[in-house]
């Protein structure tokens, strides 16, 4: 099993512009969440999703949009990037109430 | 506002210390507190959890300690090595939820 996975690894965008990060699980997990990693501000969720088709926001929802289609994958957009929107983001799963499992994040630089 | 407060930002410990890092929280609905272990350029992965009807719980060198009326919990690395090198995040949960509430992180460094 691949567990978590997420694309791509890193980027770099130009203010402005658009893009879609894709994490895609192997676990048959209902919940997934997407985060940022911020240096001292530990994880902060962006928005989550708890089964196909849904989608909620969380702490940090603003200039993102997520879509879950099928199950295992959860899509993170940023429709206008923005400087403040480079970060690290990582994608989670999991099974209920249970343990997070992580992927292996993607590093996004906006110039 | 981070609803879990972490401290210290980073520590530095010789090989075979003891690393202890400290959160604190104010919601009395927190039923759960795991910690995540982060090495760089990986994701969090789960270490060890604790449930606040206990008041402590050991894994191997990990141990939570945890102190319902203070509203705190604790993580200790006994006989520190250097493999324990990472980000350690304290978390929370709510127990009508099932979102994480993340301390803001510890960067341990263990010195051979």
């Known amino acids: 099993n691949a567990g978590v996975t997420q694309t791509p690894k890193f980027r770099v965008l130009k203010t402005g512009q658009s893009m879609t990060l894709l994490c895609a699980q192997d676990m048959n997990h209902e919940y997934m969440y997407w985060y940022r990693q911020d240096p001292g501000m530990g994880l902060r969720l962006i928005h989550y999703?708890?089964?196909?088709?849904?989608?909620a926001k969380g702490e940090v929802p603003d200039g993102y949009n997520v879509s879950r289609l099928k199950k295992q994958n959860f899509l993170l957009g940023l429709e206008s990037a923005a400087p403040s929107q480079t970060s690290v983001y990582f994608c989670?799963?999991?099974?209920?109430?249970?343990?997070?499992?992580f992927g292996p994040g993607t590093r996004l630089t906006v110039l | 506002q981070q609803q879990v407060k972490q401290s210290p930002q980073s520590l530095i410990v010789q090989k075979g210390g003891i690393s202890i890092i400290n959160c604190a929280y104010e919601n009395t609905a927190f039923d759960y507190f795991p910690w995540y272990q982060q090495f760089p350029g990986k994701g969090p992965a789960l270490l060890i959890a604790i449930r606040p009807d206990v008041s402590e719980k050991k894994e191997g060198r990990f141990t939570i300690s945890f102190n319902k009326s203070a509203k705190q919990f604790s993580l200790h690395i006994m006989d520190s090595q250097p493999g324990d090198s990472a980000t350690y995040f304290c978390a929370a949960r709510d127990a009508n939820d099932y979102k994480l509430s993340f301390g803001a992180g510890t960067t341990v460094t263990v010195r051979a």
């Open positions: 999703s708890v089964g196909e088709g849904t989608t």
């Open positions: 989670a799963s999991s099974l209920s109430r249970s343990e997070q499992f």
